[in-house]
């Protein structure tokens, strides 16, 4: 069974601090990877997207991947309440059209 | 900016019966999804259609489900005869090409009695 693993949280930080959220999965077949963030009653919006290993940096977010150790992270810069919500992490194999997402990580940015 | 749409946003019905949740994806998108999420759950992979067909679909998807795209804009997901634990979200989801991530919309909440 192909997992995705975050925990569940919460995460709390505070306004400005960095919020460091992180995401394992299993299937090393994996090439994409991609990060949401899901407001509570609301459908996953989509942040960003990582193929390869290294950093990818979009405005606040920095996506970080180690396929070595099968690890991805979301760093979220000058954190806002605004950017509390729960963040999806969704994993793809390059042969299948399938995502496979985790629980999600809930961030509570305190003002 | 473009976005998926869903329509109706909640539907009730009776266990048994048939449901139709409609979609209309981003214009120019070719891949097409279908999720669901139970509440307080997460977001389970149920279906993709590509090129007018079912490119892959998950144990979920079994028998009483059905996809089409009837024509150049809709997307729908059938359930034939509805059961309890089918009560979730549903979501549907467009990607452009083989890059990049997938588009959700608002989704559709489906209440099964």
């Known amino acids: 069974q192909k997992e995705v693993e975050q925990n569940s949280g919460p995460l709390s930080v505070p306004e400005g601090a960095i919020a460091s959220l992180n995401c394992t999965y299993s299937?090393?077949?994996?090439?994409?990877f991609f990060w949401y963030r899901q407001y509570s009653g609301k459908s996953p919006e989509l942040i960003m997207f990582?193929?390869?290993?290294g950093d990818k940096e979009d405005g606040r977010f920095t996506a970080q991947l180690n396929k070595a150790s099968q690890y991805v992270s979301l760093l979220i810069r000058d954190s806002q309440p605004s950017d509390s919500a729960t963040y999806l992490c969704?994993?793809?194999?390059?042969?299948?059209?399938?995502?496979?997402f985790g629980t999600g990580t809930r961030l509570k940015v305190l003002a | 900016e473009p976005e998926v749409t869903q329509t109706p946003s909640h539907q009730v019905t009776q266990m048994g019966q048939e449901v139709i949740l409609r979609c209309v994806p981003i214009?120019?998108?070719?891949?097409f999804y279908w999720y669901r999420q139970i509440l307080g759950q997460k977001v389970e992979f149920l279906v993709s259609?590509?090129?007018?067909?079912?490119?892959?679909k998950s144990e979920i998807f079994d028998d009483q489900f059905s996809v089409e795209r009837p024509d150049g804009s809709n997307f729908t997901l059938k359930i034939r005869s509805t059961k309890l634990e089918d009560s979730a979200m549903y979501f549907c989801?467009?990607?452009?090409?083989?890059?990049?991530?997938?588009?959700f919309g608002p989704g559709t909440r489906l209440t099964v009695t």
């Open positions: 989801a467009s990607r452009k090409g083989t890059g990049g991530g997938q588009y």
């Open positions: 299937d090393r077949g994996s090439q994409s």
């Open positions: 990582i193929y390869s290993n």
């Open positions: 969704a994993v793809s194999n390059s042969g299948t059209y399938k995502y496979i």
């Open positions: 214009s120019n998108h070719l891949y």
């Open positions: 259609f590509y090129n007018n067909e079912i490119s892959e």
